[in-house]
Structure formats: structure tokens, C-alpha cells
Nanobody
Framework: QVQLVESGGGLVQAGGSLRLSCAAS????????MGWYRQAPGKQRELVAR???????RYADSVKGRFTISRDNTKNTVYLQMNSLKPEDTAVYYC???????????WGQGTQVTVSS
């Protein structure tokens, strides 16, 4: 069992930056691919960024060049640096841990990001 706790959300003006953090419990963090998803009101949850256990990254087209995902296995933490934020980035952001090559997934409780125009 993995518990995920997100932090770092908030209200920011368009063009601003935020850094989300997700702290994971347990001793097997390095074995998990970690991802950030978001869900805006009335929309489906979508993948924002993902980092594999080996460090390979993948981004949604809408955030490429603006967001950066990273992980620190010594701190059991994954980060999402969000720059040049836009109002359309407003959503609840969720942290995900996926035991790679399995369907085992864990989710955090979500953190609200609101970007004002």
C-alpha cells in the first residue's frame, strides 16, 4: 500500500508559477512510475506528466515546454514545476503511483490549482 500526499496548489495569476509536490509512503517508491493528472470541472481526468522508475518523462501536448516533472527517490517525492500558467490549467491535480507493468495504481487526494486571468 502506498499513500500519496500532494501539496503546493493554490491561486496564481496567469503567467505565474507553482510547484506541486507529492510525498509517498513506503520503501518501494523507486519502483513506481509517478504521474500527475488533472481534472477540471465537467471534464475527464487527464494525464499531465509522467516519469518512469528509470526517469523517462512524458507530457501532455498542452503543457510541453511549460511543465517539468521530476522525482527524488531519496525523499520519496515527485514534483511538478508549472511555469507560464494559463487559466485553462485550472483543475484539481492528482498524484498517481503506478507499479510499472501492472495495473496497481494509487492516488492522492488532489490539490486545487486555480489560475486567474
Amino acid at each position: 500500500q502506498v499513500q500519496l500526499v500532494e501539496s503546493g496548489g493554490g491561486l496564481v495569476q496567469a503567467g505565474g508559477s507553482l510547484r506541486l509536490s507529492c510525498a509517498a509512503s513506503g520503501s518501494t517508491f523507486s519502483l513506481y512510475a509517478m504521474g500527475w493528472y488533472r481534472q477540471a470541472p465537467g471534464k475527464q481526468r487527464e494525464l499531465v506528466a509522467r516519469i518512469s522508475s528509470a526517469g523517462s518523462t512524458r507530457y501532455a501536448d498542452s503543457v510541453k515546454g511549460r511543465f517539468t516533472i521530476s522525482r527524488d527517490n531519496t525523499k520519496n517525492t515527485v514534483y511538478l514545476q508549472m511555469n507560464s500558467l494559463k487559466p485553462e490549467d485550472t483543475a484539481v491535480y492528482y498524484c498517481n503511483a503506478n507499479w510499472e507493468s501492472t495495473s496497481i495504481n494509487y492516488w492522492g487526494q488532489g490539490t486545487q490549482v486555480t489560475v486567474s486571468s
